[in-house]
């Protein structure tokens, strides 16, 4: 059974930082793009950071110069560092990735989520 098993939330200072991580087990064809997304309570859910299967990155604007994403495409692991946290950055972080499990057969997969809370 494919996962997505995130890891690193929690507690953190006002311009403090965090690391999030986010492994991908299971019968994996191929790897495309994998993303981190938040949710913060009574809102949408909303793209943090995008990389695919040839690095290429993108970022929204309200965390560009302060989140970095990257990868480790032989774990299938991405990651999520963030630095100069702010309290709207609270939220439940997401992994996402798109993953074939057979030939031409790709699909849309999520972790359970992880609690970040930028609080003084």
């Known amino acids: 059974q494919l996962r997505l098993v995130e890891s690193g939330g929690g507690l953190v200072q006002p311009g403090g930082s965090l690391g999030l991580s986010c492994a991908a087990s299971?019968?994996?064809?191929?790897?495309?793009?994998m993303a981190w997304y938040r949710q913060i309570p009574g809102k949408q859910r909303e793209m943090v950071a995008r990389i695919n299967r040839c690095e290429s990155i993108s970022y929204a604007d309200f965390v560009k110069g302060r989140f970095t994403i990257s990868r480790d495409t032989a774990e299938n692991t991405v990651y999520l560092q963030m630095n100069q946290l702010k309290p709207e950055d609270t939220a439940v972080y997401y992994c996402n990735a798109a993953i074939s499990t057979k030939p031409s057969s790709v699909s849309d997969y999520w972790g359970q989520g992880t609690q970040v809370t930028v609080s003084s």
């Open positions: 299971g019968s994996i064809f191929r790897l495309y793009h």
